[in-house]
């Protein structure tokens, strides 16, 4: 069973970089499973969607991030990445790193990691 592991969480002031990890780290075929980054602000009940990238290399974005993060993933690793750049505080989030399988089966969550941006 996949478990997925993520990484990089701080707290930065805005305008700020950050790079977040996810490591896919129970051996399973890493090119079956379509990746994505997922965000909850705090208070909040609802799970956002980020970014989305293919077993191919093809990435979509939310609005509110696009042309300030990137995805991106190294298969043989079983890892994905979100680079983020000129981060606001509306950014401030839990960020989770989800694979869904191709094909049948439910997707799995990682545990998250906390971004803060503020001054």
């Known amino acids: 069973q996949a478990q997925l592991v993520e990484s990089g969480g701080a707290k930065v002031p805005p305008g700020g970089s950050l790079r977040l990890t996810c490591e896919e780290t129970?051996?399973?075929?890493?090119?079956?499973?379509?990746m994505g980054w997922y965000r909850q602000a705090p208070g909040s009940q609802e799970r956002e969607w980020v970014a989305t990238i293919t077993t191919g290399g093809t990435s979509t974005y939310a609005d509110s991030v696009k042309g300030r993060f990137t995805i991106s993933r190294d298969n043989p690793k079983s890892m994905i990445w979100l680079q983020m750049n000129n981060l606001k505080p509306e950014d401030t989030a839990v960020y989770f790193c989800?694979?869904?399988?191709?094909?049948?089966?439910?997707?799995?969550w990682g545990k998250g990691t906390l971004v803060t941006v503020s001054a």
């Open positions: 129970r051996g399973v075929i890493f090119t079956h499973y379509t």
């Open positions: 989800r694979s869904t399988p191709l094909g049948s089966g439910d997707p799995k």
